[in-house]
């Protein structure tokens, strides 16, 4: 995986999963896909998917350098993802059938990165 630079100029082209919520370049996630998500998502090499699945509109940034001994990784629910940097709020709605396969057959509960549902709900 390279590096998490954005050159000047890029920062247009941002775009966080919905699912996991790492910030990346359109490009990069057309090219490489999603690191945490790409099992079930299939974001490598679909601009369809890319669209569906992740968002342009988000808040804040998180940067983790070793995200299994953050204590804001495990607050934000990233510990277990790769390091890299992560959106705090994600705004979107991923479609129905990405939570179907997600749920049923994966066996990943989501919980939407937009601060609408918690782990309690």
Same mark, same amino acid.
């Given at each position: ?36 998500? *790409? *099992? ?15 968002? =342009? ?18 607050? =934000? ?15 979107? =709605? ?28």
């Amino acid at each position: 995986m390279t590096e998490n630079f954005v050159p000047p100029g890029q920062q247009r082209n941002l775009r966080a999963c919905m699912v996991c919520s790492i910030v990346m370049t359109q490009n990069r996630f057309l090219k490489e896909g999603c690191p945490n998500c *790409e *099992e079930f998502l299939h974001l490598e090499g679909s601009m369809d998917a890319i669209i569906d699945c992740t968002s =342009q509109v988000f808040e804040g940034l998180i940067a983790l350098a070793d995200p299994s001994k953050s204590w804001v990784a495990k607050w =934000q629910r990233l510990d277990g993802y790769v390091k890299g940097v992560y959106a705090t709020k994600v705004s979107g =709605q991923l479609p129905d059938e990405v939570v179907a396969v997600m749920e049923d057959e994966v066996r990943i509960k989501y919980i939407p990165r937009d601060g609408s549902a918690t782990e309690a709900d």
